[in-house]
């Protein structure tokens, strides 16, 4: 019969005496499987407390990388606060310029619901971040949002600002401003009059300004030489000049001396254009000027800026 036990060699360390024991089938089994089952625990402990030192290590250095990105973040923010600061001083200047140049102030309401530009996309699901960092995020991102449609509205409206005060520097400049002769003095105003000539009651269409012979006359404003009239007429401007202003304004300046512009020269305010004389129907030396709006005339006094 064969022999179900297995014989195990068993050397002493005290000696070396051979012991010669024997184990059955059984019992060996449930011994392998204890020491395997005790293995297994020891390897899985090993394995756990390995993976639990570098998930710590993990935690830790993510740990300090998100701090280290909350207090970056606090940085930005600062320093868009600061932007947003001067963005707020721009934005006084803005409406400074704007009521110079005759246009409406931009309120607060508008400069922050003015949009401009695409809207911008932030990828990245926020709802993984803890709130409070969340929430500084969003509000980071909607101040630059904010930031930068108020930007948009400043550019937009520095140019019409601009486009604006170019207009009306022109219209100015084309506006007859000026007293048209220096040291002078107005004899005959605009308006009803007793004719020196006639003694009749008739209408003045423009202002005398008495001053010596051969005083210079000056354009009012910029403008265009239309007419250059030298007439020996006694009953009329006798020597003049038209200047056509943009805007349908003109000027008259009549009973010259001595005329130093030609029909088509571009004149500049404060521009010679002639002399004082008594040409024409002149009771002694004067200007007559005339300012003349879409034909009709008016007052050139009006005009004059104080
Ligand atoms: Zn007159």
């Known amino acids: 019969m064969r022999d179900k036990r297995i014989k195990l060699i068993y050397f002493s360390l005290k000696g070396s005496e051979v012991k010669d024991f024997a184990l059955g089938w059984k019992k060996l089994i449930l011994f392998s499987s204890m020491l395997l089952v005790i293995l297994t625990l020891l390897i899985g402990a090993g394995f756990s407390l390995f993976t639990d030192i570098y998930e710590n290590t993990q935690v830790m250095s993510l740990q300090k990388v998100n701090e280290s990105l909350i207090t970056q973040l606090s940085v930005m923010r600062s320093s868009i606060d600061q932007i947003k600061s001067q963005v707020s001083s721009l934005e006084g200047d803005d409406d ?35 709130k409070e960092m969340r929430d500084e995020v969003i509000d980071t991102r909607d101040l630059i949002d904010q930031l930068n449609s108020k930007i948009t509205l400043l550019k937009q409206s520095r140019k019409i600002v601009s486009e604006t005060l170019t207009k009306k520097d022109d219209e100015v400049r084309h506006l007859p401003t000026i007293y048209p002769v220096s040291g002078g003095r107005i004899t005959s105003s605009f308006g009803w009059r007793i004719d020196p000539f006639t003694d009749q009651r008739t209408q003045h269409r423009g202002i005398d300004i008495a001053a010596p012979k051969g005083t210079p006359v000056y354009a009012t404003a910029d403008g265009i030489v239309v007419k250059v009239i030298k007439s020996h007429n006694k009953k009329s401007y006798g020597k003049y000049i038209v200047i056509e202003h943009s805007y349908g304004r003109k000027t008259v300046y009549a009973h010259l001396n001595k005329i130093t512009v030609r029909n088509g020269t571009h004149v500049k305010r404060w521009e010679k254009i002639g002399e004082v004389g008594d040409t024409g129907r002149a009771a002694g030396d004067h200007l007559h000027y005339e300012v ?15």
């Not at 400069?111 to 993984?128: A, I, N, Q, S, V």
């Open 96 to 130: 400074e310029r704007r009521m110079i140049a005759g246009l409406q102030a931009v309120g607060e309401d508008m400069r922050l619901t003015g949009k401009g530009g695409p809207e911008p996309d932030y990828p990245g699901d926020f709802d993984l971040f803890p």
């Open 292 to 306: 003349r709006v879409a034909d009709r005339h008016e007052n050139p006094t009006q005009f004059f800026f104080q």
